[in-house]
């Protein structure tokens, strides 16, 4: 039987607002752009980032125990597992209703299904021991100073800022719901998944599951998504429609189509920001290396039809 192309999408925390009015409204605007690439014959997969969301979890969770003594802190594998749940649990109601609109009720159209996924990393990852991630809220120097020695947390100072909590950003490993993600994958779901990197776990001997204090990076997780489900092409969606060279200077330069040689000689030559372009155009790479005929795109959510029809995008392909 022949299946229809298959794409994974990786959205971008400007197709999901950072607050809850702004995500109803926005997952409406994602839902139409994901549903004109199913329009086109394709079949998607989606994973999106969750950073205001888990944010926002996790400083309600830290004011809660600060409120009530009797209330353990919430660890931060917990705050991502809440915001698959909450971001899913808007964007497959907005893409029903969207895929209702256009095909109409009494017509069979695909499901919609959020599954919350754990992701193993490797405790011996050497981001473990430099954490660099900011997450929760500024803090003044006595608050952090409370954090640290309360809640183990890892504080850094942020000039002019105050003080905020880093934790790590291991590499993905293993996806732990592969299997069942794949099965309905297979069966013609639309699947979202990886959300916000996935809740990062560790393995036992014993194979117990503990949650880690992480935030995988979005991006390498949709690649490892992408690839365990074969799809053909990832799109990262970003907040600008191409990929650039000296960005924001006299000299930027919008990149159409690049080889993973080329990406990874611009990458050298430090071209993209880390925390920012790098790990996109990085995961873009490592995906376009992985098999013969693999494509990954990188452009704007409201491009993403244009993109894919090879109009517009910076395109990184073998």
Request: glycine share 10%.
């Amino acid at each position: 039987m022949n299946r229809k192309p298959r794409i994974v999408i990786a959205l971008g925390g400007n197709a999901l607002g950072n607050t809850l009015p702004e995500q109803m409204a926005a997952v409406k605007i994602t839902s139409r752009a994901i549903v004109d690439l199913m329009d086109e014959g394709y079949q998607v997969v989606v994973s999106h980032g969750n950073g205001p969301q888990v944010g926002m979890i996790n400083n309600a969770m830290a004011a809660l125990s600060r409120e009530n003594p009797s209330q353990p802190n919430t660890p931060l594998s917990v705050c991502v597992a809440m915001s698959q749940a909450y971001i899913g649990y808007d964007l497959q109601n907005a893409l029903r209703e969207e895929l209702c609109r256009r095909r109409g009720k009494g017509v069979k159209h695909e499901d919609v299904v959020t599954m919350v996924t754990q992701i193993e990393v490797d405790p011996n990852d050497p981001a473990f021991l430099h954490p660099t991630k900011p997450i929760g809220h500024y803090m003044t120097e006595e608050q952090a100073h409370f954090a640290e020695q309360v809640y183990g947390y890892v504080m850094r100072e942020f000039p002019g800022k105050g003080w905020r909590r880093v934790v790590a950003s291991p590499k993905p490993g293993k996806i732990v719901e592969i299997n069942a993600i794949r099965t309905l994958v297979d069966a013609g779901q639309v699947v979202i998944a990886c959300g916000g990197g996935g809740i990062p776990v560790t393995r036992s001997d014993l194979g117990h599951l503990k949650g880690a204090s992480a935030v995988i990076d979005k991006d390498f997780c949709s690649c490892l998504l992408a690839r365990e489900l074969d799809a053909q092409v990832l799109i990262i969606l970003t907040a600008v429609e191409k990929v650039a060279l000296h960005y924001g200077t006299p000299q930027e330069t919008w990149l159409d189509e690049l080889t993973p040689e080329q990406a990874e000689e611009y990458i050298a030559q430090g071209h993209f920001a880390p925390g920012s372009m790098l790990p996109k155009v990085e995961a873009a790479v490592a995906f376009a290396q992985s098999a013969p005929g693999r494509t990954a795109l990188i452009t704007q959510l409201e491009k993403a039809r244009e993109g894919i029809l090879g109009l517009t995008g910076t395109r990184i392909h073998s």
